[in-house]
């Protein structure tokens, strides 16, 4: 079985032993770091499968952190806030974290809510490829419609041929919109369908990563052209198949 390394960055000790306690019962190898400075030492030297990352740390902030990492890659990162405020200074940065969670927290959530991220994380593979379930079989690796494309294997995604980067929750909810459009689904549906869970319905959380996806694939996040609201119901995806 493939090693699985948790990266807790948090510098109330309290707080740290608990995630690393309940994390470790689930056989997965954890180290803390106190600050943010800390943290970016263990993450270059040590393999990691997903990053706890708080938002206000001593010496470097989780922000400036999550930035960092961000910039050479893709493994979830779980933001922690001290307050629902909070949530509105990381979706406005933009800085790419996966997902969130407010303190005080169910210990329990966040263990599920990690083993989420784990799983989608390790399902692309040591190579980086990936092969989604609904095109296994079918030979198919790319999704493309007129002016946004997507490589299932490569993991990659390109609007008006041009790369931009998505975390890996953007990527996944991307993907899953491609793979259905024109089909209108609740934030419940879409919840549970990218984040793998039907054991928490957190509107709030869909809602900043379908922001944060628009702010990278549209011209125009306002006056969307691909993810489209439906008022009153939910959200569907919208565009021109590429047949080329």
């Not at 980086?128 to 379930?133: A, I, L, N, R």
């Not at 369908?193 to 702010?215: A, G, Q």
């Amino acid at each position: 079985m493939e090693e699985v390394r948790v990266l807790i960055a948090e510098d109330e000790k309290e707080i740290s032993d608990l995630l690393k306690k309940y994390l470790q019962r689930e056989l997965y190898k954890v180290d803390v770091a106190a600050d943010g400075e800390e943290a970016l030492r263990l993450f270059g030297i040590n393999s990691y499968s997903l990053v706890i990352l708080d938002l206000m740390m001593p010496k470097m902030d989780g922000i400036e952190v999550c930035r960092r990492l961000r910039n050479k890659t893709n493994v979830p990162i779980l933001m922690i806030t001290a307050k629902d405020q909070e949530i509105e200074k990381i979706l406005g940065l933009s800085i790419g974290a996966d997902d969130y969670i407010t303190k005080p927290f169910s210990i329990n959530e966040v263990v599920a809510r990690v083993k989420a991220l784990i799983r989608r994380y390790l399902i692309l593979g040591s190579d980086g490829q990936h092969v989604d379930e609904e095109t296994k079989g079918k030979n198919e690796t790319k999704l493309g419609f007129k002016g946004i494309s997507i490589d299932l294997r490569a993991y990659t995604a390109h609007i008006a041929g041009e790369e931009i980067t998505l975390t890996a929750k953007e990527f996944e909810l991307l993907k899953f919109f491609m793979n259905h459009p024109d089909q209108v689904f609740t934030k419940t549906q879409l919840f549970r369908n990218v984040w793998d869970s039907s054991y928490i319905e957190d509107d709030n959380t869909v809602m900043v990563h379908i922001r944060k996806l628009r702010m990278k694939v549209e011209a125009d996040p306002s006056n969307p052209k691909f993810i489209q609201t439906v008022w009153g119901i939910g959200y569907k995806f919208t565009g021109e198949k590429d047949e080329s």
